[in-house]
């Protein structure tokens, strides 16, 4: 089985990413990051994702809270009640400066040490926040510098950078997942959670996965306050 | 003064390259890295350095040792009295795997909530180890990712990577800093170097930083065991 390491940050669109690389046939080590983020609550998801699929996972410790500027890392409220038709129409204080250049180059080092040539995140750039570092010519950017970054490369291992629901609207991702088997009582999406874990229900990251679940005419799992 | 990040390992060549960009005007924020490696004393050279200009100076704390694979993080011996004229053939075991592509996402971090456009960094590819990520075709297509990673760049920020030693030979890296007045005793390139510190003398970075002393007819005044 070829390897891949898989970003999980154990949300929803990050579990179903791992369903979507394990059915492809990968061996996946999944990679999730104690960042300083609020809802450190979805690295207990995380590994509870990775231990139902029998996956190994790592966290990587890093601290982006001395970085400030965002609501997830720093003292900013996490905005609430957005309409679902302004986002992405800008880019709102959740955004985290380059942290998708951080985990995708951590990922990168981890591909190179374990033998993998695959890296799967869970971006999505249709039913989103408006994050740069979701968009599709980021995604290729970042593939095509990888592949001048590392020894392996020189030596003619060439990796692929997926983002299996780039392209898919929010509904067809818990569709997908739901086809696939994922659990998503098990996931943790909100951006401002309380322990149990209890999701804020108010946040993006909640009114985007509650329409998506609405639209299918299904209750999501997950537990709200 | 417009803003700049430089990567301040401590060594000889970011020192020089924190003496260039203070000397083409900008006001630079020194980043360093704490990853686990073995010369852990460049850490104090580097706030050594800054102190020395006066710039603010932030050590970011990572864990690459898990990572294992390398001679600068794991327990496998540093290559000692390789000859001069085979380095950059093959790339060693000091290479530390995706290193340069982990420090530049920080650094894009900071110069994201810095405010700087620039970044600066001492990577050369002419007397060196034959790193991959230290070749200008990485550099470039870091730069281009970098360009549409994150909110600063959707809002017409554009940055630039800048590598100013990158054609340089070791000899010409030297000139140029003692013209600049860099105090090269307060720099440690060792990778193997023991409290005091004291240089090696016979590792690749020692090997190729006295051999450009040696070529100038000058002293190096770093202290060698």
């Known amino acids: 089985m070829p390897k891949a390491v898989v970003l999980l940050s154990g949300g929803m669109d990050s579990a179903t990413t791992l369903a979507i690389a394990r059915e492809q046939g990968f061996d996946c080590l999944a990679l999730s990051f104690s960042y300083g983020q609020r809802h450190a609550l979805e690295l207990d998801a995380a590994r509870a994702v990775a231990g139902r699929y029998g996956v190994r996972q790592e966290t990587v410790i890093i601290d982006l809270r001395s970085l400030g ?3 997830l890392t720093a003292d900013i409220p996490v ?5 679902l038709a302004g986002m992405g129409k800008e880019i709102p204080v959740t955004y985290v400066p380059a942290r998708n250049t951080i985990f995708l180059a951590f990922a990168l080092a981890w ?3 374990s033998g993998a040539r695959d890296i799967f995140l869970g971006v999505n750039a249709l039913d989103y ?5 979701c968009r599709p010519e980021y995604i290729a950017a970042f593939e095509r510098m990888a592949n001048l970054a590392t020894k392996a490369g020189v030596e003619g291992v060439r990796f692929t950078i997926h983002a299996p629901l780039i392209a898919m609207t929010k509904k067809e991702i ?3 997942g739901l086809e696939l088997g994922v659990d998503y009582g098990m996931t943790v999406s909100c951006y401002d959670p309380v322990p149990g874990p209890l999701a804020c229900g108010r946040c993006d990251a909640c009114l985007l996965r509650l329409s998506a679940f609405a639209g299918l005419g299904k209750k999501d799992p997950a537990a709200y306050r």
């Open 69 to 71: 500027g965002s609501a």
């Open 79 to 83: 905005p609430k009640d957005r309409p």
């Open 111 to 113: 591909a190179e040490v």
């Open 129 to 133: 926040s408006g994050y740069p570092d």
């Open 174 to 176: 818990v569709a997908r």
